[in-house]
């Protein structure tokens, strides 16, 4: 969201920032309005809340809303209605059918409080990949749908980087880097390492798994307890959140990148990890199939033995052709997904629908 923002404005908008909550990447926003909203919070949903006031002093002429399920979307939707503002959601995977059915009966009860609503009333909806796309149809929605992915900022890398402190000289690492999350699947990518170790116990004398991430609902808690369980907490580590330099040199120094996920919009980790050159390890469900096409991913299954034999594939490559993958990665990013790109496209939605016209070929709209 913050790279969106930033290269919007970069190019011609004024853009004002409001969230929920504190930000640990605070540096990601600088130059732009941010502005926290003010609200209550009692079993994980917020009350009241300031945003209609925020809406009020900055007047915007779009709302771009990131997210669902959160009663800012309520706010956002009641304000944008009596002031006739035009805005855009982006769902960011949370139409996809395995994130709808996660907690099910609290997202129907929000939707009949305030997010059917909030969805129906949108200029347009936002997909960061065709199958995103399909999900927001399958959904219901009849919107205008503009299919447009994420974005990245090319790293600049000037010498190596220093090599964290977790980094072992004897072993190459594998990384895993997001949201310690039930929906990211580490659970079956412990469970696979620990199979494979069981038939090739060579595999810890040269990798072993690094998961970066902050945890979600108590997740990281539940992971070390299974790691332990299997008996591969040699085999792993645990670096909670990285930011800035110590998130780049956990890039710079691993030698690759999983994501085992089952439901995601389009991952910034992966993107990340290309623009890096690392060689990715990854599901249909990450939503990025040139990856596979373009020989720079492993596919992966969401099941132990699927990610077992993934894993033991990519271990049992010579490192040259592992550095090729990674090649592929960069060159899909370079050509694919940097955020000039990106904010280009967006803008001609913006303007799309602020001063009408024909709409944009990135924009679907449904009869």
């Known amino acids: 969201m913050s790279g969106l923002a930033q290269a919007v404005?970069?190019?011609?908008?004024?853009?004002?920032?409001?969230?929920?909550?504190?930000?640990?990447?605070?540096?990601?926003?600088?130059?732009?309005?941010?502005?926290?909203?003010?609200?209550?919070?009692?079993?994980g949903v917020h009350f009241y809340g300031d945003l209609p006031m925020i809406l009020t002093q900055q007047s915007p002429d779009l709302v771009h809303t990131h997210g669902l399920w959160l009663r800012s979307s309520a706010q956002s939707h009641c304000w944008c209605k009596s002031s006739r503002t035009p805005y855009v959601i982006s769902p960011h995977g949370m139409l996809d059918s395995w994130a709808v059915k996660n907690s099910s009966w609290k997202k129907k009860?929000?939707?009949?409080?305030?997010?059917?609503?909030?969805?129906?009333?949108?200029?347009?909806?936002?997909?960061?990949?065709?199958s995103e796309a399909?999900?927001?149809?399958?959904?219901?929605?009849?919107?205008?749908?503009?299919?447009?992915?994420?974005?990245?900022?090319?790293?600049?890398i000037e010498g190596s980087q220093a090599q964290p402190p977790w980094l072992s000289s004897e072993r190459k690492a594998l990384l895993f880097m997001g949201r310690l999350h039930p929906k990211k699947g580490i659970p079956l990518l412990l469970e696979a390492w620990a199979s494979l170790k069981k038939r090739n116990p060579s595999v810890?004398?040269?990798?072993?798994?690094?998961v970066a991430g902050w945890s979600e609902m108590g997740?990281?808690?539940?992971l070390e307890l299974k790691v332990n369980?299997?008996?591969?907490?040699?085999?792993v580590e645990f670096l909670g959140g990285l930011h800035k330099d110590s998130k780049e040199a956990a890039l710079s120094n691993a030698s690759g990148f999983v994501l085992p996920s089952y439901s995601e919009g389009l991952p910034m980790s992966i993107l990340e990890a290309w623009s890096y050159r690392l060689p990715v390890l990854m599901t249909?469900?990450?939503?990025?199939?040139?990856?596979?096409?373009?020989?720079?991913?492993?596919?992966?299954?969401?099941?132990?033995?699927?990610?077992e034999e993934g894993l033991s594939d990519f271990f049992e490559m010579n490192p040259i052709?592992?550095?090729?993958?990674?090649?592929?990665?960069?060159?899909?990013?370079?050509?694919?997904?940097?955020?000039?790109?990106?904010?280009?496209?967006?803008l001609g939605v913006y303007d799309w629908l602020l001063g009408g016209g024909d709409a944009p070929e990135s924009v679907r709209v449904y009869e």
């Open 9 to 43: 404005r970069r190019k011609r908008y004024d853009v004002a920032v409001a969230a929920y909550d504190s930000f640990e990447d605070v540096d990601c926003w600088e130059g732009l309005d941010l502005r926290m909203i003010q609200a209550k919070q009692f079993a």
């Open 321 to 346: 052709d592992q550095l090729a993958m990674g090649n592929q990665g960069f060159q899909l990013v370079e050509q694919q997904f940097t955020w000039d790109q990106v904010a280009t496209k967006m």
């Open 134 to 156: 399909d999900s927001i149809r399958q959904f219901g929605q009849k919107n205008p749908v503009c299919v447009i992915p994420n974005g990245i900022e090319l790293p600049i």
């Open 284 to 307: 249909d469900e990450c939503h990025l199939p040139d990856g596979f096409s373009a020989g720079a991913a492993i596919r992966l299954e969401t099941n132990v033995s699927s990610i």
């Open 204 to 210: 810890s004398d040269e990798w072993f798994l690094a």
């Open 229 to 235: 369980s299997l008996g591969i907490s040699e085999d």
């Open 109 to 130: 009860l929000a939707g009949l409080w305030f997010e059917y609503a909030h969805l129906n009333g949108a200029a347009c909806l936002h997909a960061l990949c065709d």
């Open 219 to 222: 997740h990281r808690e539940e």
